[in-house]
């Protein structure tokens, strides 16, 4: 994609901008496992950047607070500065809940339904997710929804975005609405899988380890084809990749590259007959890099935006309207 | 079904047998996390059992020895008493490396690939597992094949038989031959989501409680539904589970209940296309019994067998014609 709207170019810091240079609001993306803080200026031009392992799932709601003013106490900050937060803080086991907003949702209008959290903080609020009500197939984001206002606000017009993680997302935006959208367990599975069970044994403790994935992107690509061939029925490929590597078929090095192959794969043979036009994928670049792999062998036109840009623009589309900031142009 | 096969009704502590009355031999099932042994005389008629989380994967080499000659020295039994041994002992990793018999395998000389094991244990030795050496689908077994030669000893015929477990598997017998089967990570995949990621919170820590399970069948069986109507395709559904509770449509208890719906309904939804006739369920009798449902609501006919009996009648098949044992009729 080319960036050519002044929000998103003022929001990546390699562009330079023309901003006031003063601090005009905290932008803070509160995820389940990371707190991601930007101190950023009225253009969004980033001042300061901040990242830690303070998610919403190590913290009781007592905990918030202190991260927020001891952040602004250290970079001599008033509490009246805007603070717009989107993620996990959201949740109901998160600082305050944020409920959330029933799908179709309108992203421009995310701000007007953020939660409060302190009187200490006075300007200080947490967006909604978005949920999908359906009694046969419920779900639910708690930060995407931020992104996809990003993106929204950066141009990307009607279409589908993939917002690949733990739980990755497809999302149809049209009109400015997350129109529909679906949710797939894929990181989360790859993870489970790669500390308990049978494959646990062949793959690092951690999971994906990018200089390993890197050096067997053929194994990912075969895997990918065959959940693609499978059109996505793959449940018993999962226990082939073990029977591989007892059997002398396989090195069982390529393991953690042949399993996220696979999940990847029945993720995006499941969702293409839903898409049409280009995919827009926002996520950390190497698993970007991997989706964008998957939506090649599978025909599917694609684009990579950056992430970070994106949260920001959608994080700050949100400060300026809950704080009434001026846009600065 | 009607087990009117003497091997069989021997095999069943349940049925009056006229046997020697005298040991015979040592049956050992050792799988990854459980040893199980059964004493019997010439009839298989079972003198004594035990059970141990002596299994192999918390095992050395030099653990398995010890076992058996403290178990044959606490009976005083000779260490000549023939031994034969099925699964997870002969892997790679186990006591000694039974190698893997090719499928399709013919059962009945299962004992004819045994390896022996111990100076000290002459009459004592591993039963092969089988393998699928497919270069796009590789699959193996140990253990499970020793339960489809006493099926088949016990006069089941041709046709499927359905092992559920940790690696669940479903097995063709024709001709007294493992002719096909197919593996699925069913029970690895349930137990790995319980203990990780965004279902775990949600579920027992050590996964299906049986008492909660069957307060909650019906939410069981409409999620088998739920994958039968996807054809197995269910990948999306995972979260799912979660998204209802976050949303309040759901209360959390019931998500064993339907994780493992979903799980065992894209299992047989996969595998329904290739069967045909009357599948023979043999595995623990609260999973078969989970495995008995999801086939009730597929069309599928089934019966259940009593899994202990078909170890028995297999292991004991094996034994005798490893140490030359008459059958004693």
Not at 82 to 107: S, V
Not at 191 to 199: C, K, Y
């Amino acid at each position: 994609m080319t960036v050519d709207d002044p929000t998103l170019a003022a929001a990546d810091h390699r562009h330079a901008v023309t901003g006031s240079g003063k601090p005009a609001c905290l932008l803070v993306d509160w995820g389940s496992t990371r707190l991601r803080l930007w101190l950023v200026d009225d253009r969004l031009a980033v001042l300061d950047r901040e990242s830690g392992p303070q998610g919403q799932a190590s913290l009781t709601p007592q905990d918030y607070e202190p991260l927020l003013t001891g952040y602004l106490d250290r970079h001599g900050l008033s509490y009246d500065l805007p603070i717009a937060i989107c993620g996990m803080a959201g949740a109901l086991a998160g600082w305050r809940e944020a409920p959330y907003l029933d799908c179709p949702a309108t992203l421009m209008t995310l701000a007007d339904h953020a939660i409060p959290v302190s009187d200490r903080l006075p300007r200080c609020a947490i967006l909604p997710g978005v949920a999908r009500r359906d009694d046969t197939h419920p779900d639910a984001m708690r930060g995407e929804e931020t992104q996809c206002l990003g993106a929204h606000v950066g141009g990307v017009g009607d279409g589908w975005l993939c917002l690949p993680g733990t739980h990755s997302k497809w999302v149809r935006l049209q009109d400015g609405m997350v129109q529909h959208f679906s949710t797939y367990m894929t990181g989360d599975l790859y993870a489970a899988l790669g500390r308990h069970g049978a494959l646990a044994g062949l793959m690092a403790p951690d999971g994906a380890d990018h200089d390993l994935m890197a050096a067997h992107l053929a194994e990912f690509d075969a895997m990918v084809a065959t959940a693609l061939a499978d059109e996505g029925g793959s449940w018993d490929r999962l226990f082939a990749l073990r029977a591989a590597v007892v059997t002398g078929q396989r090195d069982g090095a390529a393991t953690a590259a042949r399993l996220s192959g696979l999940l990847i794969g029945a993720e995006i043979a499941h969702i293409r007959r839903s898409l049409d036009g280009v995919v827009s994928i926002i996520g950390d670049p190497s698993l970007a890099a991997l989706y964008a792999r998957g939506c090649d062998s599978a025909g599917i036109n694609h684009t990579i935006l950056d992430a970070e840009a994106v949260t920001i623009a959608g994080l700050g589309s949100a400060a300026r309207r809950l704080a009434d900031i001026p846009t600065g142009t």
